[in-house]
T-cell receptor
């Protein structure tokens, strides 16, 4: 079946540093990928839509200069958290849509746990 | 304002019973609604999609209903097992434009042996 991977699975960094998270679709191509953030005991909140070959679309309240998104190829999107601060600590999850069984389904990555000290 | 509401309190049931989870939405007109399972520290896993013209959908022990008049979807797990313990999320595409999802807060289900 379709698989979406993320790397790293968890990262601890110092405040002020930048962290890059990769999202890959392993056996299908995705012109669009989505990045979500999930705080403890809360639901997933869409941050941005990553578009291959064009700029990402950010949701209201998400700083595009802080959360840099690059959709480098049809199987890879990266999210870079720049100048990370403790309040950026969260669970970051990507997803990619794929047509399966006649319907379009979102396949989610396993998530990346970011802890900023 | 637009809302997707799920019971935030955990649902505790005995093994073998049917679990019923509720998803209510306000100020959306979704063409379809989806249910996902999320285990701690993991990404959501797609379970079922139900379209607005479908009243009920089944997959093995899972059943989903969709009432566009009540603006509600019910998610049932029959003959529940401890392995069904997880958080279940409902989601919809707010713009019916394809793919982008807005999630409810999720309901944690605990099935006791």
């Amino acid at each position: 079946g379709a698989v979406v991977s993320q790397h790293p699975s968890r990262v601890i960094c110092k405040s002020g540093t930048s962290v890059k998270i990769e999202c890959r679709s392993l056996d299908f191509q995705a012109t669009t990928m989505f990045w979500y953030r999930q705080f403890p005991k809360q639901s997933l909140m869409l941050m941005a839509t990553s578009n291959e070959g064009s700029k990402a679309t950010y949701e209201q309240g998400v700083e595009k200069d802080k959360f840099l998104i690059n959709h480098a190829s049809l199987t890879l999107s990266t999210l870079t958290v720049t100048s990370a601060h403790p309040e950026d600590s969260s669970f970051y999850i990507c997803s990619a849509p794929r047509l399966a069984g006649g319907q379009e389904t979102q396949y989610f990555g396993p998530g990346t746990r970011l802890l900023v000290l | 304002s637009q809302k997707i509401e799920q019971n935030s309190e955990a649902l505790n049931i005995q093994e073998g019973k049917t679990a019923t989870l509720t998803c209510n939405y306000t100020n959306y007109s979704p063409a379809y609604l989806q249910w996902y399972r999320q285990d701690p520290g993991r990404g959501p896993v797609f379970l079922l999609l139900i379209r607005e013209n479908e009243k009920e959908k089944r997959k093995e022990r899972l059943k989903v209903t969709f009432d566009t008049t009540l603006k509600q979807s019910l998610f049932h797990i029959t003959a529940s097992q401890p392995a069904d313990s997880a958080t279940y999320l409902c989601a919809l595409d707010p713009n019916n434009a394809g793919n982008m999802l807005t999630f409810g807060g999720g309901t944690r289900l605990m099935v006791k042996p």
